[in-house]
């Protein structure tokens, strides 16, 4: 081991340590690190995979249930879907990546993720994608935009998996800054269930897949000393996917699993080697040793700290079942990939790594995996508490509210997806029962069974950014209703929490209250969370203005509901001529002035980012999606649509233009109109049935409140508030017209 | 029009072309994908790496569509971030103008 | 019938298409690596499933269609055989020159996912006679060089012997005489870049890919429609 | 090894290109897109289009380099249906072996 420079301790901030850190780190190890021990600890112990600023307030979540086969901790939460099936799913961001280079950060974002779904032994079958986007109409938001979505079709596409849902979302926040979530789902046999877990002492440490660049590095800013010669010129800036090399290493590593000869499998994500086999030993309670050497390398003269650190994609440890190795060995040469014994498990609780025959790393495995833990002061800020309190009371209503639903519709949060949609392969693997565009949530069959699995990601990132605990709580509200209209009963979440630099009181505010809004409605609505991602200091300097512009706090929801009988279920176009429509659950707006508070409408209309966030009541949340639910199961209705950005006019409007058939409604109410028309309630289902009798007995009796709005028919949206003698009647073909343009034009 | 500018214009056509490889230290996926493909079919080579060939046409004078392609094949044909681009510039024969 | 499905590494298509063989074909349909040099015994239909084999590099089905498989699969096909290449393993037939022209990038550049819509132009193969001629018939495309051309005097004999069997109704990527499908000029071989295996079963939206399977269901037994 | 054998081994290494180019007669739509790109930017072009740069190194004796090359150029680099190839070869320095 080289003597450690004098000023390592001055440098620690290179390796993303605190000087309370590194202090924190000599005193657990009773000596000083040499560099590469520092960066090791340093990423171990950063946010990505020490949750240092976040873990402290997971604490509030619910991760239990009859449902869950695998909560927090492995690389996939594991729901149970009946008949011996269970659906791991997983969300994660590839934020920064995709801010540099936008093809390829959402290229490899989807690639993590799927790795993540494999290494639990489930083939992935569907994916989802949460974006994020400024100013539609900046041509560096056209450029990433394109980038994102073709990155996604790029390697959701060449891999196989169903790119199956999403959501697409413009704000002058995400700027500079944009937001990739990707969320996977893999369908597995209970008794398939792969760990991330290192086993037993003696087993061997095997590295499968793409060879290791210079890729990535943590992202850390290392001193120049610390790497090879290599200049910072020849570091590449960006790690590139390879959706056939992980095609390859998908099928070889399910082979492994279903036969059987390993015992703990891992993806190397962030922090590369060091991470996925440090987080394995922790897991099995013991130490390792590997060679360094025997890492496989893209270029030559890699040294130690590349090594460990580097994000190469594609790549995975397999532990081997004692004795069967050559089993899988001989299974993975199937598959052509290189595959490489680089250590062991050891009876001692060291993290052991070896370099032209040196130690040059020795380190506690649990001081390596148990992040310090901070618990910060948040302090809402005073500029974001004066606008939720903004009267709004005095605003106008507009003249002309039929064509503020065509600017909404327009408005490219609202508008039509499916130029980006029809870029992914929705339907391979011939699973995909519901369609992108088709209904709230995306639906696929499980073969040789009835039973379907829905999936959907929200959040209304207006809402946290005005109220972080409703905000948090309405977007695991939204997806539970989303799910329940198309007939899925929701099971768990999976969480990707992104927020600014949580140093700053009034970002860590946003967080700790988001958390405990998640942790509340998943407690009401019985969705556990099985795990999540987190990905803090999204923020950019304003070139103008010389501000850090936080993004808004965005908690992506990801949830997971499955359909007993994927026959029976709803899509939210019209079927038919002559229904009746009910809106299920929060009554028509009351009071005024609030019920417009945070809605799209006030941002497009009106140019205001303000007032309360609808309250939110998670009892009547849970009776509605009970009553939802109770319908279609029923076969009362097959026809159901939640009420989102643009409120109750859009949520109609959408019903309508899906599928040519048109309605007329009337709404009761002396409210403000434009409340009536485009407020965000939550709470909210719009259902087409034919049965009305059925129905009103039906949702009387699950204590669900109801409103009968009017009947389908006709090639309009007509709505009418007779109280207030208004009427807006627009045509199908002009609403989408509106609809369709927007992200035709910005996909190019 | 005159015969003259009708000259002036033959004489200020350039073809161009532009190279564009990924940069050395970047993965090239399908460089390796090549490099097996090649080895099953029994022909071996190494270090096989896949670029862009962009050919086109300017118009100008000689230094100042040199600026002018420089400007181009940096800032936009290709993505510095990933890729190293070279150019080459010659006068084109009259005929491939109309073939534009 | 005895269906064989070729896996290429990187074939993402094989399991839909070994789905929808035994559902409409034969239960037993089976899987045949790539490196295998021969058919299992007694193979009556070779489906070449979509996908991105080998990443899609160098050329859509440029390495696949030299795979070992493929000697065994031409041989299939000289004796009358028949196969069914789909998306990429349309772009294999081509690359291998087991059926004329090349599939180049969509003119929009984009991969594009979505139903379309085909016209039956012949009943008379082994893929279609269960279609009526004319009939117009919804199939999900998914591809990104689908674009199908020929020189002009391949494609006026493609058209002359009545080899194009599917015509896109509306063009969805710029392919030459909105070219979708072709069959070998002994009708045995056909290739399309529409997807009838996702179009088998209501549950998924369309059972209009159904017929192409009947059809051969239906020539089996009588040994004939090889011109 | 003796050192001889070395000496020849670096001898004869080659840097080969392939450069792949779409037949004039076929529409090139990823040419336009660049060209209209181009013209957005303010930057004039005409003809452009897109073709392929392939590097690989090949280890041999000249003749038979020569012949190797040629036909992965035109068996396996190459589609005759659609596109044109030409290639070149050059000695390597000794060092991009390694980079390999
Ligand atoms: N980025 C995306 N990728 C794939 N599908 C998407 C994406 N964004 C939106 N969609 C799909 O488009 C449809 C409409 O999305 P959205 O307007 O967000 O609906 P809602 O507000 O009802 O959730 C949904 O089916 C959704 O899954
Ligand atoms: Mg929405």
């Not at chain 1, 000869?261 to 962030?270: H, I, K, S």
């Not at chain 2, 100008?60 to 510039?89: C, F, I, K, Y």
Request: aromatic share 6%; charged share 20%.
């Amino acid at each position: 081991m080289t003597a450690s420079v004098p000023s390592l301790r001055d440098r620690a901030g290179t390796f993303g340590l605190s000087e309370g850190e590194y202090d924190l780190l000599v005193e657990g190890i009773g000596r000083e690190p040499n560099a590469l021990e520092a960066a090791i600890v340093g990423a171990m112990w950063s946010e990505h995979c020490g949750y240092k600023n976040s873990r402290p307030l997971f604490s509030a979540f619910p991760t239990t249930g009859p449902q869950v086969l695998q909560g927090p901790g492995e690389n996939a939460g594991v729901v149970d879907i009946g008949d011996g099936w269970g659906v791991a799913f997983k969300m994660e961001s590839h934020n920064h990546p995709s801010a540099v280079e936008p093809v390829q950060g959402a290229a490899t974002g989807v690639g993590g993720i799927l790795r993540d779904i494999f290494a639990m032994g489930a083939r992935p079958f569907a994916v989802l994608d949460s974006l994020r986007f400024g100013d539609p109409d900046s041509p560096r938001t056209r450029f990433l935009v394109n980038g994102v979505v073709d990155g996604i079709a790029h390697y959701g596409n060449a891999i196989g998996v169903p790119t199956v849902g999403g959501e697409v979302t413009f704000h002058p926040s995400y700027q500079e800054n944009p937001l990739v979530n990707v969320m996977a789902l893999g369908l597995l046999r209970h008794e398939d269930l792969a760990k991330g877990t290192m086993g037993e002492v003696g087993n061997r440490i095997v590295y499968v897949g793409s060879k290791t660049g210079r890729d990535g590095l943590g992202g850390a800013v290392f001193a120049s000393a610390d790497l090879s010669d290599a200049s910072q010129a020849d570091r590449p800036a960006v790690q590139v996917g390879d959706p056939f090399m992980e095609k390859l290493l998908l099928e070889a590593t399910l082979d492994v699993i279903n036969a059987g000869v390993v015992a703990g499998v891992q993806d190397m994500g962030a922090a590369g080697l060091v991470s996925s086999t440090c987080e394995m030993a922790y897991r099995a309670g013991l130490g390792i040793t590997m060679d360094l050497d025997r890492v496989p390398t893209r270029e030559s003269g890699m040294v130690p700290m590349e090594l460990c650190l580097s994000e190469s994609q594609e790549r995975m440890i397999l532990v081997p079942v004692p004795g069967r190795e050559d089993e899988m060995h001989a299974l993975l040469d199937k598959w052509e990939l290189d595959v490489i014994d680089i250590g062991q498990v050891e009876a001692h609780d060291r993290y052991r790594l070896t370099w032209r025959g040196e130690v040059v790393c020795d380190l506690p495995v649990a001081l390596l995996n148990e992040a310090p833990k901070y618990t910060r002061e948040g302090v809402e800020s005073e500029e974001i508490r004066a606008a939720r309190e903004r009267d709004l009371s005095g605003l106008p209503v507009p003249a002309d509210l039929g064509s503020v639903l065509l600017q909404l519709l327009a408005h490219p949060t609202i508008a039509s997806k499916r130029p980006i949609y029809e870029r992914f392969d929705h339907q391979v693997m011939t699973n995909t029962v519901v369609v992108p565009g088709a209904a709230d949530a995306a639906v696929l069959r499980v073969k040789g069974s009835s039973k379907g699995v829905a999936a959907t990601s929200d959040c209304n990132p207006r809402f946290v950014q005005l109220d972080p605990y409703t905000g948090a709580a309405a977007a695991v509200a939204e997806a539970a209703r989303n799910l329940a209209c198309v007939g899925a009963t929701p099971l768990a979440i999976t969480d990707n929490l992104n927020f600014g630099n949580p140093h700053r009181p009034e970002v860590y505010y946003q967080l700790q209250q988001a958390v405990q809004g998640i942790a509340d409605a998943c407690r009401a609505l019985n969705t556990p969370v099985t795990g999540g991602n987190v990905s803090l200091y999204n923020q950019y300097v304003d070139q103008t203005t010389g501000r850090t512009v936080a993004i808004h706090p965005t908690p992506t929801i990801g949830m997971v509901g499955v359909l007993p009988d994927v026959a029976v279920r709803a899509t939210l176009n019209l079927k038919a001529a002559g229904q009746t429509l009910y809106l299920l659950g929060t009554a028509l707006a009351e009071n005024d002035g609030d019920s417009i508070g945070a809605s799209q409408y006030l941002e497009t209309v009106h140019g205001l980012e303000a007032g309360r966030v609808p309250a939110l009541d998670l009892d009547l949340e849970a009776r509605v999606i009970a009553g939802t639910l109770a319908l279609i199961r029923t076969h009362l209705t097959d026809t159901a649509h939640d009420c989102a950005e643009g409120g109750l006019a859009v949520a109609l409007a959408e019903m309508g233009m899906a599928s040519g058939v048109g309605l007329q409604v009337s709404l009761p109410g002396t409210a403000r109109a434009d409340a009536l028309l485009y407020g965000e309630a939550h709470s909210r289902v719009v259902v087409a049935v034919t049965d009305t009798e059925a129905t009103e007995r039906t949702l009387t009796g699950l204590n669900v409140p109801f409103v009968r709005l009017g009947l389908s028919g006709g090639d309009s949206v007509t709505i009418s508030l007779p109280e207030q003698d208004i009427q807006l009647s627009v045509k199908l073909t002009e609403l989408k017209a509106a609809y369709d343009a927007p992200l035709r034009e910005i996909l190019g | 029009m005159s015969p003259e500018p009708t000259k002036t214009y033959q004489a200020t056509v350039f073809q161009a072309k532009v190279f564009v490889t990924l940069k050395p230290s970047i993965l090239d996926p399908q460089g390796r994908t090549v490099e097996r493909a090649l080895s099953h079919l029994g022909q071996q080579a190494s270090g096989v790496r896949v670029g862009k060939l962009i050919e086109l046409q300017l118009e100008g004078e000689r230094g100042e569509v040199e600026t002018r392609l420089q400007d181009m094949a940096v800032n936009v044909l290709s993505n510095p971030v990933m890729e190293d681009v070279r150019w080459e510039l010659e006068e084109a024969p009259v005929q491939a103008v109309a073939g534009a | 019938m005895n269906v064989a499905v070729i896996q290429f590494p990187g074939s993402n298509c094989d399991g839909d298409a070994l789905h929808a063989a035994r559902l409409t074909l034969d239960p037993d349909a089976q899987f045949v690596w790539h490196t295998d040099d021969g058919l299992p015994a007694g193979t009556d239909l070779v489906f070449l499933p979509g996908g991105f084999s080998y990443g899609d590099h160098l050329r859509s089905g440029a390495i696949a269609a030299r795979s070992p498989i493929m000697n065994a699969v031409k041989a299939h096909a000289e004796r009358g055989g028949y196969v069914l290449g789909v998306c990429n393993g349309f772009q294999v037939l081509t690359e291998s020159g087991l059926l004329p022209g090349a599939l180049s990038r969509n003119t929009d550049l984009h991969f594009l996912c979505r139903p379309v819509h085909l016209r039956v132009e012949t009943t008379d193969t082994a893929f279609t006679g269960a279609y009526t001629a004319g009939q117009i018939i919804e199939i999900p495309i998914a591809h990104g060089e689908g674009n199908y051309y020929a020189d002009a005097e391949t494609v006026a004999r493609l058209e002359g012997n009545g080899q194009v069997i599917f015509r896109y109704v509306d063009n969805p990527n710029g392919s030459l005489n909105d070219i979708a499908g072709i069959v070998s000029e002994r009708g045995n071989v056909l290739g399309m870049m529409p997807h009838p295996e996702r179009a088998v079963e209501a549950l998924l939206g369309s059972e209009d890919g159904r017929g192409l399977f009947e059809s051969l269901k239906g020539v089996l037994g009588k040994g004939v429609l090889v011109k």
